[in-house]
């Protein structure tokens, strides 16, 4: 069992900034990938920003959907074993509900990205008004 729990999240109007945070109570924060999805409502999930861990193998690119590139920005913090996704000029489209994933212990990033993750945080709500 896997926990993620995340915070962060709110309403805030088109233009503004959030930063969400997603602490992982995991044994090892080191070589998982970790990163975040979204779903609006009525639309699939899409995955939006992954990151891996680092660990003796390296941390790899940075995965970011087109829609979020150079607006968002995913981070670790290792030692707390969190990752948040700071989300800047937001737009309504961003509105929906983000998740907290990860997958333990992989090599990158790469395959989870190109299909999913084991573990889900509940959601968190962003809500972005024009």
């Known amino acids: 069992q896997v926990d993620l729990v995340e915070s962060g999240g709110g309403s805030v109007q088109a233009g503004g900034s959030l930063r969400l945070s997603c602490v992982a109570d995991v044994r090892s924060f080191s070589r998982n990938c970790m990163g975040w999805y979204r779903q609006a409502p009525g639309k699939e999930r899409e995955p939006v920003a992954a990151?891996?861990?680092?660990?003796?193998?390296?941390?790899?690119?940075?995965y970011y959907a087109e829609s979020v590139k150079g607006r968002f920005i995913i981070s670790l913090d290792n030692m707390k074993k969190t990752v948040y996704l700071q989300m800047n000029n937001l737009k309504p489209e961003d509105t929906a509900m983000y998740y907290c994933?990860?997958?333990?212990?992989?090599?990158?990033?790469?395959?989870?990205?190109?299909?999913?993750?084991?573990?889900w945080g509940q959601g968190i709500q962003v809500t972005v008004s024009s």
């Open positions: 994933v990860a997958d333990l212990g992989v090599v990158g990033c790469g395959g989870s990205w190109r299909s999913t993750f084991d573990h």
């Open positions: 990151t891996h861990t680092g660990g003796s193998v390296g941390s790899g690119p940075i």
